[in-house]
T-cell receptor, first 116, second 106 residues
């Protein structure tokens, strides 16, 4: 069975460029989460979708970060005017249900973003 | 500010012995806790969870204990196996701790 997939697995970009990171959740999972993990840290929550809507985007660090999930399945995390500090592994997870029951989340392998 | 803290960045245990991983949290409103395990170059995988109405949850070799008054939980692995070597994250809601790297020595 297909798990959560993320593309690309690695992305190197120059400072100031725009990047898009894609997440394909497990089919049927209504909740989708984005996290960012820097070296030596645990995953840091960015945004949570329930269906098509962003139910909680309180973790997005600033307005350069934006995420969409237009059809309630695939999600794209968009980062404008990238900075070197954005370099991290970006993890996506999905779960059958969302916040409230805190069902276990299934994580993808992550996208390693390097901003030079 | 770190809402979930794992103060031991690493732990080494002999195969067959007990591994105890500790976690502290700051928000008394947290009511659901999870442990995830992570191998290099992979995403975290769910291991075990506990809700605040319980103080213990057991699944095979893995047991999680919750002390609400101390805002502390721990994960016990017994007996530890070399395949358990990984980074373990304690999670409250969607706040992750910094992880503890467990090495089980054969």
């Amino acid at each position: 069975g297909a798990g959560v997939s993320q593309t690309p697995s690695n992305k190197v970009t120059e400072k100031g460029k725009y990047v898009e990171l894609r997440c394909d959740p497990i089919s049927g999972h209504t909740a989708l989460y984005w996290y960012r993990q820097s070296l030596g840290q645990g995953p840091e929550f960015l945004i949570y979708f329930q269906g098509t809507g962003a139910a909680d985007d309180s973790g997005l660090p600033n307005d350069r970060f934006f995420a969409v999930r237009p059809e309630g399945s695939v999600s794209t995390l968009k980062i404008q005017r990238t900075e070197r500090g954005d370099s991290a592994v970006y993890l996506c997870a999905s779960s059958l249900t969302g916040r409230g029951t805190w069902g276990e989340q299934y994580f993808g392998p992550g996208t390693r973003l390097t901003v030079t | 500010d770190q809402q979930v803290k794992q103060n031991s960045p690493s732990l080494s245990v002999q195969e067959g012995r007990i591994s105890i991983l500790n976690c502290d949290y700051t928000n008394s409103m947290f009511d659901y806790f999870l442990w995830y395990k992570k191998y290099p170059a992979e995403g975290p995988t769910f291991l075990i969870s506990i809700s605040s109405i319980k103080d213990k949850n057991e699944d095979g070799r893995f047991t999680v204990f919750l002390n609400k008054s101390a805002k502390h939980l721990s994960l016990h692995i017994v007996p530890s196996q070399p395949g358990d070597s990984a980074v373990y994250f304690c999670v409250a809601q969607f706040y992750f701790g910094t992880g503890t790297s467990l090495t089980v020595i054969p």
